[in-house]
């Protein structure tokens, strides 16, 4: 599809296992995001990438999240250990940030991780 | 401390009424967008203004940029339920070279029939 792709819709895991949240955003956009939704709340930024730019993680809660992105294209976040706080829905985002001015995110469907 | 501050936050009207929200900041942005996030989507792109002062229409939708682009509004005439929704500011300030995009919190509005 031309959209961004995110997988698994929905997850249920076990307290204290880990989990691995994939995304595949639109071909040819260089800046992907992650973000955290708890319900009916806004969004929380969790990390950028930007090319081949170091990625901005100032939004990661703890030193359980990490986020990958390989060959500039699919990214991987990852929570260890995973606790009954971390249930929410995981939204990934992808734009084209070569003209600064327009940087137009588009979003996946997300990823409800329930963790039980 | 939230770089864009979105106010209301939460909304509930009836059906006809007018209504507008506001993202506020104290940092200038290259441009501000507006975008629109139903139950179990995703967000949406609703609207992107880049130059102060700046007036868009989408429909029932107005969307403003203030003059020294550190603000932006959303007003809609005659809700509709089907405005029902999470709407969200985001814009990337002048000062980075990264592009970025941050996003304030949202403003939840609910139309009742």
């Known amino acids: 599809g031309a959209g961004v792709s995110q997988s698994p819709s929905n997850k249920v895991t076990e307290k204290g296992k880990d989990v691995e949240l994939r995304c595949d955003p639109i071909?040819?956009?260089?800046?992907l995001y992650w973000y955290r939704q708890s319900l009916g709340q806004g969004l929380e930024f969790l990390i950028y990438?930007?090319?081949?730019?170091?990625?901005?993680k100032s939004g990661l809660p703890s030193d359980r999240f990490s986020a990958e992105r390989t060959g500039g294209s699919v990214s991987t976040l990852t929570i260890q250990r995973t606790q009954q706080e971390d249930s929410a829905v995981y939204l990934c985002?992808?734009?084209?940030?070569?003209?600064?001015?327009?940087?137009?995110?588009?979003f996946g469907q997300g990823t409800r991780l329930t963790v039980v | 401390t939230q770089l864009l501050e979105q106010s209301p936050q939460f909304l509930s009207i009836q059906e006809g009424e007018n209504l507008t929200v506001y993202c506020n900041s104290s940092?200038?942005?290259?441009?501000l967008q507006w975008y629109r996030q139903e139950p179990g989507e995703g967000p949406v792109l609703l609207v992107t203004v880049v130059t102060g002062g700046e007036v868009k229409k989408l429909k029932r939708l107005t969307f403003q940029f203030g003059d020294a682009r550190k603000d932006s509004s959303l007003h809609i005439t005659a809700a509709q339920p089907g405005d029902t929704g999470l709407y969200l500011c985001?814009?990337?300030?002048?000062?980075?070279?990264?592009?970025?995009?941050?996003f304030g919190q949202g403003t939840t509005l609910q139309v009742k029939p």
């Open positions: 940092s200038v942005f290259s441009s």
């Open positions: 071909s040819g956009h260089t800046a």
């Open positions: 990438f930007q090319g081949n730019s170091a990625p901005d």
């Open positions: 985001a814009g990337e300030k002048s000062s980075s070279n990264t592009g970025k995009l941050i």
């Open positions: 985002a992808s734009s084209l940030a070569v003209n600064r001015v327009y940087t137009e995110a588009f």
